[in-house]
């Protein structure tokens, strides 16, 4: 059994965090001090944070490759997980989406479920992509990837300028 998983801390979502934290505490006092405090403004900045923290929660996935199954699971929530026998799977795709997202696996099944949900794998080093790519490929399962090599890179020479 391997487990591809890097500490939250250095996680590009745990910098989302801090950002979006201290952005919202300063919006927040300002419109505190102006407007004055009501339970309705507050009850509702709480649901808004809850809501803005399941979103980044979301993007926490981690890789577990085992024996038999491919498993992909989140690293708060441990019920949130996606566990995938090798014979049953199509194809992997690993994908860089965009500039400004996370890279994410999206696992394609024999059995039409209908749904083919993307895990964004933040918890996952990207020094580890190639060797995640290597190992689901010798289990025989197709492996699909576009931008990760650029996405490692960018990430590798950050390390090296350490």
Known sequence: ???????????????????????????WGFAACTVGFTIRGVLASIVFVFILVQLYISRLYYVVLRDDKLIVQNGVYSFWRKEVR????VKVKIKWWQDRTYPYMKIITRKPSGISWRYTIDLVDPQDYEAIVKDIEAKGVTVETEGIDVYASIFNDEDKSK
């Open 1 to 27: 059994m391997k487990i591809f998983r890097r500490p939250f801390k250095k996680s590009g979502t745990a910098f989302d965090i801090k950002f979006a934290l201290i952005t919202f505490v300063l919006l």
């Open 86 to 89: 090798y014979v049953d799977i």
